[in-house]
């Protein structure tokens, strides 16, 4: 929950209530009614077995992450671990560290802003 909430107040930031705060609940909705819906609004209800199972361990995607698998591991570990305790073997990426991830990668357009327009400390 706290991921689709970052990512529909990035998205949607210009969404503001009465009191011209974000008006979390419709940047949320609409985030789900534009995005999310158009991919699994035909399914009453998401399995993730069925999709771990038809599209994520299929012979297909394991080549491709066999063959990406160092680029991966990098991302992971550059985006990850700044939240840990000092000491920590195992570096987590935490949401806040995947949401940074998502934004430095370009992956969201904000409605309206071209990729053209991208921050330099997105690029």
């Given amino acids: 929950m706290e991921l689709l909430v970052h990512i529909s107040k990035e998205r949607y930031q210009s969404m503001t209530n009465e009191q011209k705060n974000p008006d979390v609940e419709r ?3 609409t985030l789900i009614k534009e995005n999310l819906k158009p991919i699994f609004g035909n399914v009453k209800r998401f399995n993730p077995e ?4 038809e599209l994520l361990w ?3 995607c394991d080549d491709v992450f066999k063959k990406n698998m160092k680029i991966v591991k990098d991302i992971y570990a550059a985006h990850s671990g700044r939240y840990n305790d000092p000491g920590d073997k195992k570096k ?3 949401a806040q560290e995947f949401f940074s991830l998502i934004e430095d990668l370009n992956v969201i357009e904000k409605p ?3 990729s053209e327009e991208v921050s330099e400390r997105q690029a």
């Avoid at 069925?50 to 199972?53: A, G, P, S």
């Fill in 27 to 29: 940047q949320v909705t």
């Fill in 112 to 114: 309206g802003v071209s």
């Fill in 50 to 53: 069925v999709f771990r199972k």
């Fill in 58 to 60: 299929c012979k297909e």
């Fill in 92 to 94: 987590f990426m935490r």
